[in-house]
């Protein structure tokens, strides 16, 4: 069974750095795109980045480009998202996701951007 378990959320002040994993298993990660989307409080799900199965294609969100950096090592099945001076409308619960035939989705890891 697919299982995404996403780490390393936690609270930062605004101009931080925080980087998340999002560890894999169950598929063959590196023959699929991987995904990073996020929920704020009170708003719907906004896609944020995306990164295909060898890291030659990569997009991101206008709201984090310049500032967020999605990588991934297929060797070690796990997909990364470094996030540099945080703002605090940054504050969500961030997922992992994946499509393989239908949605897949990790349980969320919490970013809160504070002073």
């Known amino acids: 069974e697919v299982q995404l378990v996403e780490s390393g959320g936690g609270l930062v002040q605004p101009e931080g750095s925080l980087r998340l994993s999002c560890a894999a298993s169950?598929?063959?990660?590196?023959?699929?795109?991987m995904s990073w989307v996020r929920q704020a409080p009170g708003k719907g799900l906004e896609w944020v980045s995306i990164i295909n199965s060898n890291s030659g294609s990569i997009g991101y969100a206008d709201s984090v480009k310049g500032r967020f950096t999605i990588s991934r090592d297929n060797a070690k099945n796990t997909l990364f998202l470094q996030m540099n001076s945080l703002k605090p409308e940054d504050t969500a619960v961030y997922y992992c996701?994946?499509?393989?035939?239908?949605?897949?989705w990790g349980q969320g890891t919490q970013v809160t951007v504070s002073s």
């Open positions: 996701y994946l499509y393989a035939g239908r949605n897949y």
């Open positions: 169950g598929f063959t990660f590196s023959s699929y795109a």
